[in-house]
């Protein structure tokens, strides 16, 4: 299991090793109807669920990318993580997790 955290510090573990930066990089386009209905949805205002499923898709996604790169790094625990999210040619959306790979031991 990898632990995976917003903070520097995991409470109960000490850090023994930084292996490095790791990240998971997603970046995903709604196609042609997705993007008519939430264009349509959008005039009325308030959330537009198409977007906001295919984000919340993504970020799980950057997240399992990013715990496949730490572990090849050798790393069982991330700190620091991070999102970080951009737009693409305006029909694109770019999500970055990123943070530290370390190894950590249980504190006794």
Do not use: C, W
Not at 15 to 40: C, D, M, P, Q
Not at 42 to 68: C, F, N, P, W
Not at 75 to 104: H, K, P, W
């Amino acid at each position: 299991m990898m632990l995976v955290v917003t903070t520097e510090n995991i409470p109960g573990y000490r850090v023994t090793e930084v292996k490095g930066e790791v990240f998971g990089l997603v970046v995903r386009s709604r196609g042609i109807g997705g993007n008519l209905v939430a264009g349509l949805r959008s005039l009325a205002g308030g959330e537009i669920h198409e977007y906001t499923s295919m984000l919340e898709d993504a970020r799980k996604q950057a997240v399992d990318r990013l715990v496949k790169n730490a572990q090849a790094m050798g790393s069982n625990a991330i700190v620091m993580m991070r999102f970080d999210s951009s737009e693409l040619a305006q029909t694109m959306s770019e999500i970055v997790a990123y943070g530290t790979g370390v190894v950590v031991e249980k504190i006794d």
